[in-house]
């Protein structure tokens, strides 16, 4: 049995169940880290009949919550001794969503899971990470950052705590988008500043995977369609999976640190320039990600935001 440990969230379906499974059938101690505690202890039953592996542990989590996030370190860490993988793979995303919702924080709900849950989430566990001899945090990210191509394109910053949810129109898409694009410039910076304690942060940009039944059934009918016809052509999401583990676990990837990397396994640049030719490559390509990515006021403004919302419940309630 190998001593890693890896802990995972949204593992009871989709890229992260298939993750699960591949750490367990590696012999890792796997951590699900999820919200539906009866339908993830089905799945995580079945992964141990499946692997022969009993290190499978499952802790409830729902991401968006800050005392969820808290509850769930903390018994992490009285019964393990430290973290080699994290992997944040939860994600809030519900096609043809039209309501404006807030976590129990009263943070947009897809800040909450995507970007503010996760940051919290490290940052409770950091002191498990620096234990680990090779540390390694994975975010999921997804190519719907290349809207941010689109010089017009912004994170709606001034709209995270309900400010205009009754007089803007809400579209849970964007909201997505803005949130995948803050946990990539949060990668960035959370590599510079965890580089003192060797603990490696990377982002996947995930391109299009087949969707489980459960999460189709979430979304509203049209849109439930055109999932439904998108899976025929979509590949399973253990070649995703596939690609968390060889992030999370090879030689190749052992100091890489920081960087946004694609579905072939390749590491993907900021633009050189988002005009003509270069920009259909950018749009079509898997190769570069917008400049806004890069821009330090952006990436000084999610940072500090992650910090102030996070902050006054980290001093008081340290693990
Ligand atoms: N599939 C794709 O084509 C695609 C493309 C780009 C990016 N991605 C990214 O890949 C990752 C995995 O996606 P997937 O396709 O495998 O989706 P999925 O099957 O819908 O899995 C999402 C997981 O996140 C969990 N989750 C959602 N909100 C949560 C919360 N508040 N607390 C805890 N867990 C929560 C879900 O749990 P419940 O079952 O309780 O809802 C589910 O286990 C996501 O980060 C997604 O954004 C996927």
Redesign the pocket.
């Known amino acids: 049995m190998k001593e890693k440990i890896v802990l995972i969230?949204?593992?009871?379906?989709?890229?992260?169940k298939a993750a699960a499974l591949k750490f367990a059938k590696e012999e890792y101690q796997v951590i699900m880290a999820?919200?539906?505690m009866e339908?993830s202890y089905a799945v995580q039953r079945d992964i141990i009949e499946t692997t022969k592996n009993k290190d499978v542990d499952l802790i409830e989590?729902?991401?968006?919550s800050f005392d969820s996030i808290h509850s769930c370190c903390k018994d992490f860490k009285s019964k393990y001794p430290r973290l080699d993988i994290l992997i944040h793979?939860?994600?809030?995303?519900n096609h043809g969503e039209t309501e404006y919702k807030l976590s129990p924080e009263h943070i947009e709900l897809s800040f909450a899971?995507?970007t503010i849950g996760p940051f919290l989430m490290t940052q409770l566990l950091i002191d498990h990470l620096s234990k680990s001899a090779d540390p390694r945090v994975l975010h999921?990210c997804?190519?719907?950052i290349k809207n941010f191509f689109n010089p017009k394109r912004n994170i709606e910053f001034d709209n995270l705590r309900g400010e205009h949810k009754d007089t803007r129109p809400y579209s849970t898409y964007k909201m997505y988008g803005d949130s995948?694009m803050a946990l990539l410039m949060l990668t960035f910076k959370m590599a510079e500043e965890y580089k003192r304690l060797g603990i490696k942060v990377n982002a996947l940009q995930?391109?299009?995977?087949k969707?489980?039944k459960?999460?189709i059934n979430k979304m509203r009918s049209i849109w439930k369609t055109f999932a439904y016809l998108q899976n025929i052509t979509?590949p399973l999401?253990a070649g995703m999976a596939d690609t968390y583990f060889h992030i999370c676990t090879s030689n190749e990837f052992k100091h890489v640190t920081g960087q946004l990397i694609n579905h072939k396994r390749e590491i993907v640049h900021s633009a050189t320039s988002e005009k003509g030719f270069t920009q259909l490559k950018n749009i079509f390509g898997s190769t570069s990600y917008p400049k806004y990515a890069k821009n330090p006021q952006n990436i000084a403004h999610i940072w500090g935001l992650s910090l102030s919302l996070t902050e006054d419940y980290m001093s008081k309630h340290i693990v």
């Open positions: 969230t949204g593992a009871n379906s989709g890229i992260g999820c919200r539906n339908i989590l729902d991401v968006s793979n939860a994600a809030y995303l899971t995507n999921a997804t190519t719907n995948k995930i391109n299009r995977v969707l489980s459960e999460t979509n999401p």
